[in-house]
Nanobody, 113 residues
């Protein structure tokens, strides 16, 4: 069973940056499409960014130009570089193995104004 563990969340001022990491167990990480989602209090969980096994990426309009999704298959790790953070980016961020439909436990990102 694949397990995903996020890290890197925290409190940052508006305009700042954070990099989230998602460490995956198992040997099939490199074959699977991966994604980051986020869920703000009282709202639904929304897709933030996706990356395929061939490194093709897609982003939600709200984060285009500010966030970058990447992966290091040699380390079984998914990343989300978040720049120019805004208060509306405050949420719990989750990584997901899209092929296996496995979620991480989430990491809190709080952006203060």
């Amino acid at each position: 069973q694949v397990q995903l563990v996020e890290s890197g969340g925290g409190l940052v001022q508006a305009g700042g940056s954070l990099r989230l990491s998602c460490a995956a167990s198992g040997d099939i990480f490199r074959f699977n499409p991966m994604a980051w989602y986020r869920q703000a209090p009282g709202k639904q969980r929304d897709l933030v960014a996706t990356i395929t096994s061939r490194y093709n990426t897609n982003y939600a309009d709200s984060v285009k130009g500010r966030f970058t999704i990447s992966r290091d298959n040699s380390k079984n790790t998914l990343y989300l570089q978040m720049n120019s953070l805004k208060p509306e980016d405050t949420a719990v961020y989750y990584c997901k193995d899209e092929a296996l439909r496995v979620w991480g436990q989430g990491t809190q990102v709080t952006v203060s104004s």
